[in-house]
């Protein structure tokens, strides 16, 4: 197994434990090499949920220019929907894995088709 699997496998581990789901691994998967390189990166990989700049730039970078979203309030009300699934009592989150929830819950799974 490679890095990018073990992180797949944590990343899974994640969804498991902190958001009581069981992930769809195959999006999983093309979630975290959608994330690129800044998932091998120990900072880069985590995203801190109480910088606004972090959750400007998830927005911005994800949810607006990757998932193809229009700018709309709803968005703001997507990642704080995404960060209570996840838990708000570690501010620390695996980029990858709020990524994989906002796609599952804005129903974006296709772009990943």
Known sequence: MGKRDDLIAKYAGE????CGMEP???LLEKVTIGCGPAIFDPEGEILDDGD?????????????RKLNLP?????????EAAL???????????????CYLLVKQLGREKIYG
């Open 52 to 64: 606004p700049a972090a959750l400007a730039h998830l927005k911005s970078n994800f949810l607006i």
């Open 71 to 79: 700018d709309h309030p709803r968005l703001q009300d997507a990642i």
């Open 15 to 18: 969804l498991r434990s902190k």
């Open 24 to 26: 769809d691994m195959a």
């Open 84 to 98: 209570d699934t996840y838990g708000r009592g570690e501010p620390r989150k695996s980029r990858a894995v709020l």
